[in-house]
């Protein structure tokens, strides 16, 4: 059971980490920048940008290709 996850970066770090570490690296105005939605940019905090980002596959999957950049770096 754990063979379908060895391949992902992504396996065992959840989505309000790698929110933690990009707004803790980049801030909410350039998160805003890299990544133009409106939980980044009116009035931002974890649990209104968490809550949209669980619903919105697009923009979590940007999110995610984020973090992995930042980690590669």
Same mark, same amino acid.
């Given at each position: 059971m754990?063979?379908?996850?060895?391949?992902? +970066?992504?396996?065992?770090i959840? @989505?309000?980490?790698?929110?933690?570490?990009?707004? %803790?690296?980049?801030?909410?105005?350039? #998160?805003?920048?890299?990544?133009?939605?409106?939980?980044?940019?009116?009035? +931002?905090?974890?649990?209104?940008? @968490?809550?949209?980002?669980?619903?919105?596959?697009? %923009?979590?999957?940007?999110?995610?290709? #984020?973090?992995?950049?930042?980690?590669?770096?």
């Amino acid at each position: 059971m754990n063979d379908k996850q060895a391949g992902n +970066p992504l396996h065992g770090i959840t @989505l309000e980490k790698m929110l933690n570490e990009l707004v %803790a690296d980049y801030g909410w105005a350039e #998160l805003g920048r890299l990544i133009d939605i409106r939980c980044f940019n009116n009035d +931002p905090s974890i649990k209104s940008s @968490l809550k949209f980002l669980r619903k919105t596959d697009w %923009a979590r999957k940007q999110v995610e290709a #984020l973090y992995l950049d930042k980690k590669s770096n």
